[in-house]
């Protein structure tokens, strides 16, 4: 498409369903990009460099501003319909899809690390200690982390498995 009669619009999608809404425009020879990051995560105790969507939920298609083409992305699987504003299809600027290229392009590592510094407050999410509030004093090992409680006025020292507590 060229870029005169052509604009780009964001599309909300399903839950999780954005590579599928991306291959259907695909195989109807819409244009679209969906923006992915990578990152460093704790998953199930263990850090891991992980992919996901930098906007979960949203990919952009080029359509032109003729109209045509419009009717089909509401019925493609995977969208669930135009962002609008005002009742009318957000465009998203040209400048902007071209940074994010850019950033997509390079797959920037982004260190999301959601292992809490010391200090820092931190709630158990399971277990027996589950929603006591304490303090993260220091990681244990790759799956686990020492954490300081408060029970009966006293800190008491617990060690945590990493996917039981989280950062507040």
């Given amino acids: ?13 399903k839950p999780h369903q954005e590579k599928r809404a991306q291959e259907n425009l ?6 679209s990009f ?9 998953v199930r105790g263990k850090r891991k460099q992980v992919e996901e969507a930098m ?7 080029e359509l032109l501003e003729t109209g045509e083409y419009w009717s089909k992305i ?6 669930r319909d135009f962002v609008r504003f ?3 299809p957000a465009k998203v600027s040209q400048q902007l899809l071209e940074q994010l290229k850019v950033i997509d392009h390079d797959l920037v590592t982004i260190a999301v690390d959601s292992t809490p510094k ?12 589950k929603d006591l509030e304490g303090i993260f004093k220091m990681p244990d090992g790759e799956q686990r982390s020492i ?21 507040i």
């Fill in 118 to 129: 010391e200090g820092d407050r931190v709630r158990v999410t399971t277990g027996p200690f």
């Fill in 147 to 167: 954490v300081l409680l408060n029970m009966l006025d006293k800190l008491t020292v617990l060690e945590v498995s990493n996917d039981e507590f989280e950062k």
């Fill in 1 to 13: 498409m060229s870029s005169e009669q052509s604009a780009w619009y964001l599309v909300q999608c």
């Fill in 55 to 61: 906007f979960p939920g949203y990919l952009f298609v």
């Fill in 74 to 79: 509401r019925s493609t699987r995977g969208v």
């Fill in 86 to 88: 005002g009742g009318v």
């Fill in 26 to 31: 695909e195989n109807q020879s819409i244009n």
């Fill in 34 to 42: 969906f923006p992915i990051i990578s990152l460093k995560k704790i």
